[in-house]
Every structure is written in C-alpha cells, then in structure tokens.
C-alpha cells in the first residue's frame, strides 16, 4: 500500500462517517464500539470533554453542556439567527470579534467550574478529531491527508471553516466536495453497467436538505471510454432534517399529553423527551404505531407529582402533524428542476440519500411528486380514452433508488475521490471526470470612470 491512505470524511450534522480505500474497494471505518456512523455530538462533562460515541450514557446528564448540530451554526450571522438559536439546549452567544455565533459552556478547571467559549469551528474540529483516531486505531497507522464533505449549499466561507477545523488537526485536506457529488460517485461505483442519464440526488439528512440535479455522460475517444459527472443544478433547505420531525413529535407530545410548557426549561427533561421521540420515528418508519414510554419525566410542582408519559401514536399521527415538513420538501425539487428548465419526466433515476429518507412518508412524496397519477375521465369518447391510456403507460417512470446504504454514501464517494486526487489506480474513478457548478450567481458590475468627454457619455450595454 501507499504511504498514505485515502481517506474520505462525511462530517454530518448529526452523523459523521469515515471511509478508506484499500484492497480494490471502500471500507467504511467502525468506531470503537464497532458501529459505522458516529455521532457528531460533544460534551463537555467536568474537566472531561466527550466526543462522539463516548457521548452515548452522559448525553441526557450534561444536557446543557451537549453540543450538536454544530454544522448549522457554522458561518451563519448571529443577529439574522438569534430566535433559532435560543431554542438550543446550550447556550449561543455572539462573537466579540464579528457577528458569528459562539457556543459557551461550562468546564471544570482544578476543581473549579469555569465559562469557556468554543466557536463552531473549534468543536467540528473535535469531531474530526474523534473520526481520524477511530480510523487510525482501525488501520493501525497515522491520518495524513483526507477529503471532506461539506453540503451543496455550503457557501466558501462556510467551505473554508471546515477546512480551517482539519488542518488546526494538522491535517491535510485535499478536497473539499459537496455531498450530493459523493453520493454520486458512490452509486455510479456501485452500478454494474453506467448509462447515459440524468440523476437526482435527494438528500435529507439529520439537519439539511440538498437537491442536486447531475448528468452521467459516456463519452468514446480512441484511446479509451471516457465518463463525465456533470452537476447541473442545485437547490436546498439548510433548516431541514431529521432534527426538525423530532422537535414537531416533541411538541406534539407536550400538547397532547397537555404538559405544562415549563418543561422546556427543564433541559434534562427535554433531552428525554426529544431521544424518545427521536426513537418513536425511527420505529414508525418500520411499524404502523408504537406507544412512547417515559417514566418520571420531570416533577410538576405545581401539582407535587411526578409526570409519566404512556401514549400510543400511529404512523398516521406522524405524518399529520409533520406534513407542513413533508410540503417544504417540494420548493428545492421544483427549485432545482426549474433551474434548467427540466421536468420531472427528465428525471432518469432519484437517488435517496441520508438516514431521513427512511421516513416511509418522503418516500410516498418522492413517488407522487415524479410519478403522478393522471385520473382517466371515462366519459370522453371511447377509442380516445383507449389511446390516452396507452400513451399514461408508456410514459417513463422515474426510478427512485434505495439501494445505496443511505448513512454510508456520502463518506463512500468521499473516499473514491481521495483514491483519485492521490493515486488514480482505480479504472472507473480514473476515466472519470467532475464537472461541479457554483450554487450562487454571480455577475459583473461595470463602471464608466473614463475622463475622456465622449467616452463618458457612452451608454453601457
């Protein structure tokens, strides 16, 4: 093997997941207690910080020292962000140096408890920190250099922080590609047979949402079959995901249950509530009810009695109170679609990416929204009627593809790029070739500062 590794990092909003190119293919890393996808979470417990999977047993007890999707805060303006931050558990506050959100917690220091601030570049270093030393204990050799993933609607700022987290690591980032990109990469590997097509990538993760609309192009030379990756268009929700059906099932619960709305003050009850209802979706995605169960969820004062909450939710229930979830869904697809001036029915294949499109619900949206049933007015003439049904039937459907490991995706196409950019061995990634756009327009502002008389009075077209 090579000096170095390739290496390639999914830093995900609620998940990070780590991958490494050896022996003709892509292994995905376990931590180390054996599991693939790693939580991207850290807390800070006494003098002690806990990154990761060692989070697991202390999350609901240092609550407010809990730090997750650290991914949302980077780069954004604090002032513009204010009300959302307020909802986290731990505590936003502005930068001194600029309008940046900062995050303060508690620390333990000889003893003593002690107010430190982190910025959100600082604690997604911690992250990647944790996901290289599980690599490096899985290959029993040092991480030098890696590709991250960042979303597609990340801006430069955005791209360069994330940098700037991996390299106070002394890390080498080699490149940086968006997440939609990888999928693709990790699904055109996967494939058996590459045939020209445009595919979308629906992305929903556990804090973001990306479309990207890409082209798959076969292209013959003399000397060898060429293939090129052609981002054509981009859209997203960077407020969107798993999280967000969690806070709408919590909120439910709480209204439903008719607890009194202090508990939200109560952080540790808070966590509770939210990992329950986060593991109420999960089970609904499998089962068509479940019963949420929490005993001595917090103490009402009021009434001097302990509250337990015993309460039965369909799927039905679910999807209800999160459709205003499964609506903004929409906007990025038509956005993206639009952009081009595409329909749905240039669409060859969806690829499903991210652990919340496991929700049955996007799935039913996705297959509505691509593959829509036109009803048949039967009182029209009869041989028509038989022609249009015809014509319904022969009409393309739009393949909505499950088949790639929806958490892994993204670190797997991370992966095959560093092979690239570092080695090129591998046949499929070397005939290869990345064509990405900027997500943001851009333009030119012209100004006539010209001395000269009838220059001056020209008119710019």
Request: charged share 30%.
């Amino acid at each position: 093997m090579e000096d170095d590794y390739a290496i390639g990092l999914d830093l995900g909003t609620t998940f990070s997941c780590i991958g490494v190119y050896r022996n003709g293919g892509v292994e995905i890393i376990p931590n180390s207690i054996g599991e693939k996808i790693t939580p991207s979470v850290v807390v800070f417990e006494g003098n002690e910080i806990l990154v990761g999977e060692d989070t697991t047993d202390i999350l609901v007890k240092s609550y407010s020292n809990c730090i997750y999707e650290v991914k949302r805060l980077i780069g954004l303006d604090f002032t513009k962000n204010k009300n959302e931050f307020e909802q986290l558990p731990f505590k936003v506050i502005k930068s001194d140096k600029n309008n940046s959100a900062n995050i303060e917690v508690e620390v333990e220091v000889n003893g003593k408890k002690e107010k430190k601030i982190f910025t959100p570049v600082e604690i997604s270093s911690l992250i990647i920190k944790k996901m290289v030393h599980n690599a490096e204990n899985y290959l029993n050799k040092k991480v030098k250099k890696l590709v991250i993933t960042v979303p597609a609607y990340f801006n430069e700022d955005q791209k360069k922080m994330t940098q700037q987290a991996a390299e106070m690591l002394n890390l080498d980032v080699i490149r940086i590609i968006n997440e939609p990109i990888a999928a693709a990469l990790a699904y055109g590997f996967t494939e058996e047979k590459l045939e020209n097509k445009k595919i979308l990538v629906f992305d929903l993760g556990g804090g973001t949402f990306d479309v990207s609309i890409l082209a798959f192009e076969n292209e013959q030379t003399d000397k060898e079959e060429k293939r090129n990756l052609t981002v054509l268009s981009k859209s997203g929700d960077m407020h969107l995901g798993g999280e967000d059906f969690d806070k709408v099932l919590v909120d439910y619960v709480i209204k439903k249950q008719k607890i009194n709305q202090e508990i939200k003050n109560n952080k540790e009850a808070m966590k509770r509530l939210k990992v329950a209802c986060e593991n109420t979706k999960k089970i609904l995605s499998l089962a068509t009810e479940t019963t949420l169960r929490i005993n001595n969820l917090y103490k009402d004062e009021n009434k001097n009695i302990d509250i337990d909450i015993n309460m039965r939710i369909t799927r039905k229930e679910f999807v209800e109170v999160c459709k205003p979830l499964f609506n903004r869904l929409e906007i990025p697809l038509k956005t993206a679609l639009s952009n081009k001036g595409f329909s749905e029915k240039d669409i060859d294949e969806v690829i499903l990416i991210g652990g919340s499109t496991r929700i049955p619900e996007v799935k039913v949206f996705i297959n509505n929204f691509f593959n829509k049933k036109v009803k048949i007015n039967d009182s029209i003439n009869a041989d028509e009627a038989v022609a249009y049904r015809a014509t319904l039937q022969a009409d393309k459907k739009v393949k909505i593809n499950d088949s790639i490991n929806a958490d892994e995706a993204v670190a797997y196409g991370a992966t095959l790029q560093a092979e690239k950019i570092l080695y090129n061995n591998d046949q499929f990634i070397s005939n290869l070739h990345i064509l990405d756009i900027t997500p943001f327009s851009l333009g030119v502002s012209i100004i006539n500062n010209s001395k000269e008389e009838e220059i001056k009075k020209k008119e710019i077209k």
